[in-house]
């Protein structure tokens, strides 16, 4: 197994390489992964459709970043798209648990806004776009939370499932290192570093890097047992988070630190005496680790990182808001829900409202404002559905040892980055699976007609 997955792992840091140094490449790689889920997921046995199906998914939500840098696919959103269409194909096959109606509650408070949009918005804004822009990321989110709720895997599965999602990350973030080796030739300010990024919007980047982090960091810790493969997450530990940091974006830092220290607390908390022991000594390489990739960031940022982090500019002065802005917008969301608070202003509407007063093409990157002000109370209800739902399944079923990094990365990741990539929303949806020790089969229990 040890030498599938260094081989696959391989494989992966080529095809980073391959999609830098020709981009055209990027097609074949987007194709290539479709045609290949799509036969794996046709061709499994019934009992195993459901987890190749997140596999597939997993997959592509580790790609996206990669796909979106190189101008690969159908379109931008073709990795929230594919999703949708594997969950659905799920659902074909498998059903969905009866308790995960709420999901279906949750799309349909969704819609009345739609119809708001339809008769209000702009006409110089393109409707169509604007509509699925601002829908495809909850839209996803609950179908796939819809397919996900209580399907079974066991730990093993759960292991080939984090390795499909880091695969297409190693290739990431591979490609962001070739783009920009240097970090200290580009680090000049303490704005977010669109050359360290990879060329590309450094808050995405930087969600993606952060989850990488954090996934080597559960391997590492949880799945890992030969000596060769934990040295080698280490260093992709150290990567992944040397390169997280060096985007100046901090929210998919902040995140991964979260999720890390959710992760290991409740893993301590389910061992013996021996395994703690274990556990710390592996935490304090850990730690070690960390001072060391902070020191060559500071090193290679020529200081500017520290600087980020002290919320203060290129020249050391303190900037009056940490959030760069954020809240301004978040309160002004707000003030158009208190003004619209039953169906809201519209999907799509807030940034079209926003540039009416104020002239300026601004969003706040939050789902939870978003959410209110262009659905109003329904809003409200919907996004109450997708906080609570997983909190009350946890207090029955406490066998997903990542419930509480999942849930946590998509609550944080929404504050900061909204629903712009597919990750947040898949990654919730796996917070909702169960966990199983042994080997035995998937089950789904369907709707009853």
Known sequence: MDKQYLNILGLHVVLGLLMFFFRSFGD???????????????????????????????????AEVILRMTGSGLFYESSKYLVIVFCIMGLFYRGFHFKASSYLLYILLLIPSVYVSLYVLDVSTNIRKAIAFNLSGPVTLGVAALFCYKIQLSKSQLKDVVNHIVFPLVSTLIYIITYNPNVSEVATGTASNFAASGGFGPNQVSTVLGLGFFLFTVRFFYFSKSKLVK???????????????????????????IMIVAFIFIQYKSMDKVNKARMLSSVIVFLVLGAATWIISTIQTNGMIEKRYANQNAIGVEKDDITTGRTDLFLAEFEEFLEHPFIGVGVGRIKDLRFQETGIHAASHNEMSRIISEHGILGVMAFSILLLVPLFLRLKDRSNVLFFSFYLFWFLTINHSSMRIAAPAFIYALSLIHIKDDSSRLYRKQVSA
């Open 28 to 62: 074949i790689y987007f194709y290539g992964l479709v045609a290949y889920f799509f036969f794996r997921v046709i061709s499994a046995k019934p009992n195993l459709k459901a987890f190749e199906i997140i596999k597939a998914c997993a997959y592509v939500l580790g």
């Open 231 to 257: 040295y080698l997450d280490l260093l992709f530990i150290l990567l992944f988070a040397f390169r997280a940091i060096v985007t100046f974006s901090r929210g998919g830092v902040f995140a991964a630190i």
